[in-house]
């Protein structure tokens, strides 16, 4: 019988050589300092996730400096300064901080500085950019990066939270000036939201850019344990819907509006598909919807677990001893696709009807 670190996966994350375990550890949850969300780990809890976690074969843990106001990144370096650092691949963010906002050269090493202070470690395996920033030219960051890469600071750069022009940008110009590339892309993905699948991803599979999924889970909605027509209530812990439900000034865009939601109606006949799916595998809705998108060309997903039988029921998505058949994935993909907009729309029936333009050793989309 396999063991459980025996059964988990390991991928490359983009063209490069780097690779991570299936299921990457979110730790926005790690610490409470100035954090209003529910379901927050304190010091002893967060190390005892990493510990399982590592134990259950992971190897890729990602982090910001924005998290708890820089409390997950010290917590992840009080417990990496016990461990071999060589055996972590250690992600973490840049560009959010209120102090030091902004992805100008003089911003990202400043915010370095503090994060390897933090992390106890000298350098950075993953340093991403958390979302693009307006007021600094792209050369400037990607330079600055490479910069990084070249003195030993980080190892690889990579994005959040872009559109598929932005990737592109970032693409062209570090091919242009010759310098190191930007092997990742951090994206909210999951059944309930695959706006991604128009531009984003596309641009990733072109590049070479690999993805880290988010959100795959939409804050505890494609669980399976609520009900629509039914206001999420406390059944001894807060969690992340209810919280919001209880208060929708809180839903600001990376969280859902339980009255958006109950008008969704195709979220909702997802979720029935995936309970039949799960009970055919005899797995739960969530590892039926993680495994989903882990199969649809994705690098790693990031769960983030509140306590250790969260986190063990988490990991199981990403074992190599279970999968979801081609017919299961297309079901999947028909009751939770969306429209395209215009530009794809035409985009795609051009390319299926005019036959006579495809070329075999062009196989762009």
């Known amino acids: 019988m396999m063991s459980d670190t025996s059964k988990m996966e390991y991928r490359f994350m983009g063209r490069s050589g780097l690779k991570v375990s299936s299921v990457c550890l979110g730790t926005m949850m790690f610490g409470d ?37 820089g409390q997950s990144e010290a917590i992840i370096g009080q417990w990496l300064s016990g461990r071999s650092r060589d055996d972590i691949v250690l992600a973490t963010k840049v560009g959010l901080r209120s102090e030091n906002r902004g992805l100008s050269r003089r911003s990202i090493i400043e915010s370095l500085e503090r994060s390897l202070e933090r992390l106890q470690t000298q350098y950075i395996d993953l340093y991403q950019t958390h979302f693009w920033d307006k007021g600094t030219p792209v050369e400037e960051t990607l330079r600055t990066f490479d910069d990084l890469v070249r003195c030993g600071k980080i190892r690889y750069g990579g994005n959040s939270n872009l559109c598929g022009w932005m990737v592109q940008k970032i693409a062209d110009m570090t091919d242009r000036l010759g310098i190191n590339p930007f092997i990742s892309l ?9 706006d991604s699948e128009w531009d984003a991803f596309a641009v990733c599979n072109q590049v070479g850019v690999g993805v880290m999924a988010w959100g795959t889970l939409m804050s ?6 609520y009900k629509q027509g039914q206001l999420p209530v406390n059944s001894g812990k807060e969690t992340r819907l209810s919280w ?11 969280f859902p509006s339980w009255t958006k939601v109950q008008e969704d109606t195709r979220l909702w006949e997802t979720l029935d598909v995936l309970k039949q799916l799960a ?9 039926v919807a993680q495994k989903w998108v882990l199969q649809k060309n994705i690098s790693s997903i990031i769960i983030g677990s509140r306590d250790l039988p969260q986190l063990q029921a988490n990991m199981v998505a990403g074992h190599t001893d279970w999968e979801l058949s081609s017919q ?29 333009r495809y070329n075999r050793f062009n196989p762009q989309y």
Request: glycine share 8%.
């Open 33 to 69: 300092r100035e954090n209003p969300y529910p379901g927050q780990s304190n010091t002893a809890t967060s190390h005892a996730m990493l510990d399982r976690f590592v134990e259950l074969g992971g190897n890729f843990i990602d982090t910001a400096d924005v998290y708890s106001n």
């Open 186 to 194: 951090q994206q909210r993905y999951s059944l309930g939201s695959r």
């Open 220 to 225: 505890g909605l494609l669980t399976g344990k």
């Open 244 to 254: 919001l439900a209880e208060d929708e000034s809180r839903c600001r865009r990376i």
């Open 279 to 287: 009970n055919t595998h005899n797995r739960s809705v969530s590892q």
């Open 328 to 356: 299961e994935m297309q079901l999947l993909h028909e009751v939770s696709n969306i429209s395209l907009p215009y530009e794809q729309e035409s985009f795609r029936a051009m390319g299926t009807g005019n036959t006579s």
